[in-house]
């Protein structure tokens, strides 16, 4: 039986930032009455923070500053519902509020412009209660319907003003509408979600900026539609080159530090640097590593490299033979090959992504030990094995990644050749199970463990042919069960434990070996304040402030 679950932001610790009619009954001698001294001083004590605050230089250089940002490119329309990765996320992160949202640096789910969600106990049935008091940035007062229209249009094809493609619903969805029966109104507060099936990464996918929640408007010129959203930010400029975002002081979020947000095209890495030292950008988030790593911070993202072996062929059906090639690896070594692209990948999932088994680490650099093991695996020394190279991140030099790994199960007793191929016929011969070791990457969708250890883990996936999502062809119905209850319990601390036995035996027989995790780049000026970066690579901007009380720096010699 399903378990309830319920969130109620009225628990949640809410700002103490003073509202505009605090300040006017003030002015006007009106305070409130209270019947108690201590309740009267705890008033005028919250008062004199308040002005201090309001007073203190971070707060009124927060209120004035314009943020300017360099990205690779610039969209031309601005729809959150292709908002897969890059610019587009970015930005629709600042412009549009989703029902649910991800936690300032994690996949955790807090509120957003649903206050309370709940749950039937059979998983089929979802409820969302919206937030009092939200409006689109043209006005137009938030209701039932405009989210029931704007989640349709994203789910469900043929709906009027539907983005174009699916890639991102399909893969979050299981197809579209996939395991959504239909989305209505329960009254004037309450919108529900109706299932087809218990599917517990619901929650998290509608945090994904792809859901935003939209209002469209028709432009009297050329007819296209403008999406209007609820965020901290509205677009107020929409060039081919730039797009600019002005603050909305009223947002339900306490309203932005920033004033302004101008996002520039700056696809030239080095001219964008150029134009940080320059001062005439504060932000550069670049498409790949920086050049430059003065100002450079990073944060592993959601998309990792994994070594896959092929289980039903020797010698990786012998589970001894597959711990050998983890204990082998070294990561030291793999680590020069990844530079600053990436960097090693002790567990199955990410930091950042909930539900993370840190301990024991999985490689081990001990090719004596794994020598050891694929003795006990009855693997003569020499055996010959091939590597396929099917993705490599942008940045991660393939041929020295290759090396990193051959060379140590090399001095383990396997005579590992690498196999020449282009990364699509690479996938292509791992999706018919022609292989024996196939290095590929896949990404934590939406940062929910399911987005990850199912496709690569469960039985779904490991049917040949173009499909085909478990390269491993590893077939367990202990992990299978794990893995599908952990997808349709919607009680939190239970797909927890369920996703950490899953690890446990994932650990025990490596059918797959993560090896390294790519890192998102921002690269800031010293002046900017309280960016913190995000494992989606989609940060939200609007508690940065601009601090130009720091001295200019030194002219350059």
């Given at each position: 039986m399903l378990e309830r679950q319920r969130c109620d932001e009225s628990r949640m610790p809410s700002s103490v930032a003073p509202s505009a009619k605090f300040w006017l009954d003030i002015a006007a001698g009106r305070v409130p009455a209270y019947n108690s001294p201590m309740r009267a001083t705890a008033f005028w004590l919250s008062a004199l923070v308040a002005v201090l605050l309001s007073e203190s230089p971070a707060a009124v250089l927060a209120q004035s500053g314009v943020l300017r940002v360099g990205v690779p490119s610039i969209p031309r329309e601005l729809d959150p519902a292709s908002a897969l990765e890059g610019v587009v996320p970015l930005i629709a992160r600042q412009v549009f509020d989703t029902l649910v949202q991800y936690g300032e640096t994690n996949s955790d789910v807090e509120a957003g412009l649903a206050v309370q969600w709940s749950v039937s106990r059979d998983g089929l049935v979802w409820a969302f209660r919206l937030r009092d008091g939200v409006t689109f940035h043209d006005g137009t007062p938030l209701s039932v319907q405009i989210v029931v229209e704007s989640l349709q249009r994203e789910i469900f094809p043929g709906q009027p003003k539907a983005p174009a493609g699916d890639a991102v619903v399909g893969r979050l969805l299981r197809g579209t509408p996939g395991v959504i029966r239909e989305i209505r109104a329960k009254d004037a507060h309450t919108v529900l979600i109706g299932l087809s099936q218990p599917y517990a990464p619901l929650l998290t996918v509608l945090a994904h900026p792809a859901f935003s929640i939209v209002l469209g408007r028709t432009s009297s010129e050329g007819g296209q539609t403008r999406w209007l959203g609820t965020g901290p930010f509205a677009v107020g400029e929409l060039e081919a080159d730039r797009i600019v975002l002005e603050a909305r002081p009223g947002h339900w979020g306490n309203g932005p530090r920033l004033s302004r947000i101008t996002f520039t095209e700056a696809p030239d890495e080095a001219r964008a640097e150029a134009a940080l030292a320059a001062q005439n950008l504060d932000v550069i988030f670049p498409a790949g590593t920086p050049a430059r790593?003065?100002?450079?911070?990073?944060?592993?993202?959601?998309?990792?490299?994994?070594?896959?072996?092929?289980?039903?062929?020797?010698?990786?059906?012998?589970?001894?033979?597959?711990?050998?090639?983890?204990?082998?690896?070294?990561?030291?070594?793999?680590?020069?090959?990844?530079?600053?692209?990436?960097?090693?990948?002790?567990?199955?999932?990410?930091?950042?992504?909930?539900?993370r088994r840190d301990a024991p680490p999985l490689m081990g650099g001990d090719p004596q030990r794994a020598r050891r093991l694929l003795d006990e695996a009855g693997v003569a020394d020499g055996t010959a094995t091939t590597l396929l190279i099917a993705d490599v991140g942008q940045g991660i030099d393939r041929v020295k990644l290759a090396e990193a790994i051959r060379a140590p199960l090399s001095a383990a007793g396997l005579a590992v050749k690498v196999q020449s191929s282009s990364p699509d016929a690479a996938r292509a011969l791992a999706q018919t199970g022609e292989h024996q070791m196939v290095l590929a990457e896949a990404r934590v969708?939406?940062?929910?463990?399911?987005?990850?250890?199912?496709?690569?883990?469960?039985?779904?996936?490991?049917?040949?042919?173009?499909?085909?999502?478990?390269?491993?062809?590893?077939?367990?119905?202990?992990?299978?069960?794990?893995?599908?209850?952990?997808?349709?319990?919607?009680?939190?601390?239970?797909?927890?434990?369920?996703?950490?036995r899953a690890q446990a035996l994932l650990a025990e027989e490596l059918p797959w070996i993560p090896v390294y995790v790519g890192l998102k780049w921002v690269v800031v000026r010293p002046e900017v304040r309280d960016l913190r970066l995000h494992a989606s690579g989609s940060p939200r901007l609007d508690r940065v402030w601009l601090d130009a009380q720091l001295p200019p720096p030194p002219p350059r010699p």
């Open positions: 790593m003065a100002g450079a911070q990073s944060v592993p993202g959601w998309r990792i490299g994994y070594l896959s072996l092929q289980t039903e062929k020797a010698p990786f059906n012998r589970v001894k033979a597959r711990r050998a090639v983890a204990v082998a690896l070294d990561p030291a070594k793999i680590a020069p090959a990844l530079g600053a692209a990436a960097t090693s990948l002790q567990a199955f999932l990410p930091r950042g992504v909930w539900s969708e939406a940062g929910d463990p399911h987005f990850l250890l199912y496709p690569l883990s469960t039985s779904e996936g490991a049917v040949r042919g173009g499909s085909a999502l478990n390269l491993s062809f590893y077939r367990n119905k202990s992990l299978d069960n794990l893995l599908i209850r952990a997808s349709q319990l919607s009680f939190r601390p239970e797909r927890d434990k369920l996703y950490l």
